[in-house]
Nanobody, 120 residues
Framework: QVQLQESGPGLVKPSQTLSLTCTVS??????????WTWIRQPPGKGLEWMGT???????YHNPSLKSRTSISRDTSKNQFTLQLSSVTPEDTAVYYC????????????WGQGTQVTVSS
């Protein structure tokens, strides 16, 4: 079974770049038909899709965040990463990585989430 685990700093200063890593176990991030996604939830708000990297390496970004986000992967480590530049306190949120598969649209696997606070 596919499991995901986020890692990264819990505190980031304004204007810095936030970098988070999602480590995947139980399956390969290059498996055909799998999509690997970053989602966040600011305090008191709903879930926000940030971007996705496909099994092929293609990336898709939320247009509202596209200029600040970069999603990449390290296939040798079975990890994918999120970089969010020029952070502000409004980027404070719980950040999740998640997986979906086209072979079964009802299936998804989520990491437990990691709290990131942007503060000086």
């Amino acid at each position: 079974q596919v499991q995901l685990q986020e890692s990264g700093p819990g505190l980031v200063k304004p204007s810095q770049t936030l970098s988070l890593t999602c480590t995947v176990s139980g399956g390969s991030i290059t498996t055909n038909g799998y999509y690997w996604t970053w989602i966040r939830q600011p305090p008191g708000k709903g879930l926000e899709w940030m971007g996705t990297i496909a099994y092929s390496g293609s990336t898709y970004h939320n247009p509202s965040l596209k200029s600040r986000t970069s999603i990449s992967r390290d296939t040798s480590k079975n990890q994918f990463t999120l970089q969010l530049s020029s952070v502000t306190p409004e980027d404070t949120a719980v950040y999740y990585c998640a997986a979906r598969a086209t072979i079964d649209p009802t299936w998804a696997s989520w990491g437990q989430g990691t709290q990131v606070t942007v503060s000086s």
